[in-house]
């Protein structure tokens, strides 16, 4: 079966960096594409930022460019998203997600498969 697994989240203070990891099991990964994405109590899943399989990136958030840097491993079946000079607003739980494809897609359903989440937390 499919498993997605977040990992490097934490608590980090206003200005920091983290760098997030997910690595994926049960599926021909470079099939798909990948994406992060990342939810805030009370809000919305939002996109963050995704990869395709030929490599090509996308970013969502305005406030994402400059400061989020995504990366895939194709060989060890891992995507990164590097994130510096973190603001509180960045507080959330992030989520990694594959859909099959070639193409990056900002929407929560067009993603088949997600991890359990890693909350990150910026401190002012």
């Known amino acids: 079966q499919v498993q997605l697994v977040e990992s490097g989240g934490g608590l980090v203070q206003a200005g920091g960096s983290l760098r997030l990891s997910c690595a994926a099991s049960g599926l021909t990964f470079s099939d798909y594409a990948l994406g992060w994405f990342r939810q805030a109590p009370g809000m919305e899943r939002e996109f963050v930022a995704g990869?395709?399989?030929?490599?090509?990136?996308?970013y969502d958030l305005d406030s994402a460019r400059g400061r989020f840097t995504i990366s895939r491993d194709d060989s060890k079946n891992t995507v990164d998203l590097q994130m510096n000079s973190l603001v509180p607003e960045d507080t959330a739980v992030y989520y990694c997600?594959?859909?099959?494809?070639?193409?990056?897609?900002?929407?929560?359903?067009?993603?088949?498969?997600w991890g359990q989440g890693t909350q990150v937390t910026v401190s002012s």
């Open positions: 990869v395709s399989g030929s490599g090509a990136y996308a």
């Open positions: 997600a594959a859909r099959r494809g070639v193409a990056v897609r900002p929407k929560t359903w067009e993603y088949d498969y």
